[in-house]
């Protein structure tokens, strides 16, 4: 790399820097703050919409956004009440 080609590099790097100063990034508190888990009710009705035209579970479970062991117990829940 020559040494004007390095040059460039760092006033590139000097500029971004200079712009990305005035950014703030929410604190981890903030962060935690903003993340709320979803109900029970919310979960049964995600799972309903994305099932409503016949689905795969494995679609439905990345649908709904859902761990496996998730839907499954959903699945049984939804199963006994028809």
């Known amino acids: 790399m020559t040494d004007s080609c390095m040059a460039n590099y760092l006033h590139l790097l000097v500029y971004l820097l200079g712009r990305l100063r005035g950014i703030t990034a929410p604190s981890l508190e903030q962060r935690i703050q903003k993340v709320e888990n979803r109900t029970g009710l919310e979960i049964l009705a995600s799972i309903?919409?994305?099932?409503q035209n016949g689905s795969l579970r494995t679609h439905i479970m990345y649908k709904a956004n859902l761990c496996h062991r998730q839907l499954e117990q959903?699945?049984?829940f939804l199963e006994e009440r028809d």
Do not use: N
């Open 74 to 76: 959903y699945l049984a």
């Open 48 to 51: 309903l919409k994305v099932a």
